[in-house]
């Protein structure tokens, strides 16, 4: 038994890898804003308003790859699997670490391509953001179908640990290379680049030990390879186990339904949607992304908002193992509730601080609080309730279509956070606070829809959770 359990845990933390680049590639962003904006941005002499949106599309243009990942997410996990899937995210984030560091590769000199090559930078990103949409549905999907039911919401939730440390990791690199640097000039030029051509190193690791990992019971049976199934499953279960375990699935692929995405009803993909929609609505990834220059807005130094980004980090991880510690005994629901109404709190809280120009500490207690009721619901309990609730014939299709929907909300709060926040009537009449004040109102509504709507998964097999759908 302990040999099972240490291999169904190494396969989880080579899955998780897949967690820890989705955090990597997407929060790299955040050390680089300033520097983006002076590179690329600067020296077209925009207007205001025009740099912002410029700058908030370039800022979020990997989400315009998250989206295209995941839709095409159902189709590679349902037609190519979910291993090969994940080699697929693999590949596409070494590409993009190593093109977003010199978008001018085969055109200019590296590091003397200047603004011209926005639209290079942007493409690549967009190339590294596929690999994170696939990788954010593939990775919990491929967890939750070799984990046993009674500690699934911990090994799924360890994904969520892993997406949390990547980004503790790349804010810790990124004040390290800012630090490096004699000046701001040597950061906005060259240091940037660094940051972005750091990322090759977990992508190549994860690359090479997913060669090692096997495909997953479930997605086996699903293409009536029912040998290697069991060949899997004996590797992590007892053999009684895994012949019951064999039973149940063959029993819910042979069930009539068409496969169709609605073929269980309208509401179980609904519910997947705004569990996805509200995880971004919320306003978590205007914290993460734009840390350091809401920092900035504080007063603080380049490097003294990256060092507050990093403490940011800090507590987004111990928060997250708060999560992975009581998802599978307080169970999906109490935590999604509380969780959202400590982040409406916060976000009211904080927004209220900038419009009366109150002091920093009380905007930086605000954002930890609000960091800390995310980790510990919103952040991780999702991916584990997406990985759980739909049925074997449609997950991946459905999974698919609420991790589209998740980066399309991503998207949009990321692309309009600059605008709310640069908008000269909202900032002199609301001073910075108007839109953390929206982030609070969605935490509310998010509290009352998994109170209304969603059901609880604790302790359930997949195979069981269709009966939840099924009138």
């Known amino acids: 038994m302990a040999r099972l359990n240490w291999y169904i845990v190494l396969l989880t933390l ?27 941005i600067a020296p077209r002499h925009l207007k205001p308003n025009d740099a912002n949106l410029l700058l908030g599309f370039v800022t979020s243009s990997a989400l315009v790859g998250c989206v295209i990942g995941g839709i095409i997410g159902g189709w590679i996990s349902t037609h190519i699997g979910r291993k090969r899937g994940l080699i697929i995210s693999a590949v596409l984030f070494l590409i993009s670490a190593l093109g977003a560091a010199a978008p001018e590769f085969m055109f200019a000199p590296i590091g003397h391509g200047g603004p ?6 942007v493409g ?32 799924v939730a360890w994904n969520q640990l892993a997406i949390i440390f990547g980004m503790l990791v790349i804010y810790f690199v990124n004040y390290a290379i800012a630090s ?6 040597w950061l906005n030029t060259i240091g940037w680049r660094y940051m972005f051509l750091s990322g090759t190193v977990p992508a190549l690791a994860f690359l090479i030990l997913l060669f090692l990992v096997p495909e997953t019971p479930r997605y086996l049976m699903l293409r009536g390879r029912e040998d290697e199934a069991r060949r899997v499953l004996s590797r992590l279960m007892p ?78 991880l111990l928060f997250t193992i708060v999560a992975v510690l009581t998802v599978d005994r307080l169970g999906r629901k109490p935590l999604q509730i509380i969780g959202a109404l400590v982040m409406a709190v916060s976000m009211i809280a904080l927004g209220s601080n900038f419009m009366l120009h109150g002091k920093g500490i009380v905007a930086l207690i605000s954002m930890l609080v609000y960091i800390a009721g995310f980790a510990m619901s919103w952040g991780p309990v999702t991916w584990v309730l997406l990985s759980e609730i739909f049925p074997n014939q449609i997950r991946g299709k459905a999974m698919a279509v609420a991790v589209a929907a ?25 001073h910075h606070g108007f839109a953390y004040w929206i982030y609070g109102v969605m935490s509310i509504l ?22 939840l759908w099924v009138a």
Do not use: C
Request: charged share 10%.
């Open 14 to 40: 080579i899955a998780t890898l897949g967690g820890l680049l989705f955090g990597y590639d997407t929060a790299v962003i955040s050390g680089a804003v300033g520097s983006l904006k002076a590179y690329f």
């Open 116 to 121: 011209a090559y926005i639209w290079n930078f």
């Open 124 to 155: 690549y990103r967009i190339i590294g953001g596929i690999g994170v949409g696939l990788a954010s549905m593939l990775a919990p999907m491929y967890i939750a179908e070799i984990a046993p039911p009674r500690i699934r919401g911990n090994l």
């Open 180 to 185: 490096v640097g004699n000046s701001t000039t």
């Open 239 to 316: 053999a009684e186990e895994g012949d019951k375990e064999i039973s149940e699935i063959r029993a819910s692929l042979s069930e009539h339904h068409s496969g169709k995405l609605f073929s269980f009803g309208f509401l179980i993909i609904f519910v997947g949607i705004m569990l996805s929609v509200f995880q971004q609505f919320v306003g978590i990834n205007v914290v993460l992304y734009y840390a350091p220059t809401i920092f900035k807005g504080m007063g603080l130094t380049t490097n003294a908002s990256l060092l507050q980004t990093i403490i940011v980090g800090a507590v987004n």
């Open 406 to 430: 998740q980066w399309i909300a991503n998207l949009t709060v990321s692309w309009t956070f600059p605008i709310l926040d640069g908008n000269p009537y909202l900032v002199k009449h609301f």
């Open 446 to 467: 998010a509290a009352i829809f998994v109170w209304a709507l969603v059901p609880e998964t604790k302790n359930r097999s997949l195979e069981q959770m269709e009966k």
